[in-house]
């Protein structure tokens, strides 16, 4: 009878319910985030690789054409060659520059600074704010002609300064500086690092004579190499992503005569501007490709100069 009882209990495949719904509850917790996963994100990234081959403007069905997008990209576009040359330059400036005021600010604090808690949250507070739409409009009266920037100049020194943001030989270096001041976040990332060198490294540096700027360089850089390279590769991902400082200080046109136009800000004409759809698809494809390939050889250079205490170097 108890025997019988047991059988029916288990089943026919001897497992009983309660282990079948135990193995199924980690799937069900997961269901939310896998549905959210499939509809908005991994569904959205086939849509448009596939709408990378179609001419579609949003009121008619798209049409396939193939690869005349990409074709027309790289032969045919100056625009596209234009926003890449602008992006570069941009990163060109703005990556080395943001880390190495960053990391020099994160040195400083490191020190016993009084108030350092302090002026490591208001340094941080660029950060939250640099790429809002306000501060974006506040940098374009900053430079313009008769901005602030211009005032000082002709106050302390007799310039009389350009229209930065309406000069094209001066346009971009006005974003550079905008992404320079929110050095905020990789500074508080550079100070976790710097927090992790153990001090007697530097006691005994010092006990052999060996300058504080020597042991920044012998000591400081090696040890937080990991962390520099992850800075870069962030900064990198995030410059290439850059849009609405572009957006605002240029008026979404990206002048003077091209001279802000971020590829971010071409794909966003391509596709709300001149609604064309398909062909903005293909160039987030591309910038995709680019991301990934700098991010490729990021890692595979970085053997080169970073090294990790389980390396066994």
């Known amino acids: 009878m108890t025997i019988a009882a047991g059988t029916q209990a288990t089943g026919a495949t001897g497992r009983s319910p309660g282990r079948d719904w135990g193995r199924l509850m980690p799937f069900l917790f997961l269901a939310p985030w896998l549905v959210g996963f499939v509809v908005f994100t991994l569904g959205p990234v086939l849509a448009s690789l596939y709408l990378s081959f179609t001419k579609f403007d949003l009121l008619r069905p798209p049409t396939w054409i193939g690869t005349d997008n990409y074709v027309r990209m790289f032969t045919a576009d100056y625009r596209f060659v234009q926003a890449l040359k602008v992006t570069f330059t941009y990163l060109l400036f703005e990556v080395p520059l943001k880390l190495a005021f960053a990391l020099l600010v994160a040195v400083i604090l490191d020190k016993a600074v009084r108030g350092s808690g302090f002026y490591r949250a208001l340094f941080y507070v660029p950060s939250l704010l640099g790429g809002s739409v306000a501060i974006a409009v506040l940098w374009r009266q900053l430079f313009d002609g008769n901005g602030t920037v211009n005032r000082v100049l002709l106050w302390l020194f007799g310039i009389q300064g350009p229209s930065w943001i309406s000069n094209p030989d001066t346009a971009v270096y006005t974003l550079v500086l905008l992404a320079i001041w ?54 990198v991902i995030e410059g290439f992503k850059a849009f609405t400082p572009a957006f605002i200080i240029s ?51 970085s053997k080169y100069w970073v090294h990790y205490e389980d390396d066994g170097r």
């Open 182 to 235: 929110q050095f905020g976040s990789p500074m508080i990332i550079f100070l976790a690092g710097l927090r992790q060198i153990p001090q007697d490294l530097y006691e005994a540096a010092s006990m052999d004579g060996a300058s504080k700027w020597r042991q920044f360089r012998r000591i400081t850089l090696p040890l937080l190499a990991p962390v520099i390279f992850f800075n870069m590769v962030l900064q």
């Open 251 to 301: 008026g979404g046109t990206g002048g003077p005569v091209d001279s802000t136009l971020f590829y971010t800000l071409y794909l966003y004409q391509e596709a709300f501007a001149y609604f064309r759809m398909g062909y903005a698809a293909a160039l987030a494809w591309v910038l995709l490709i680019i991301i990934a390939s700098f991010t490729s050889m990021s890692f595979l250079t």
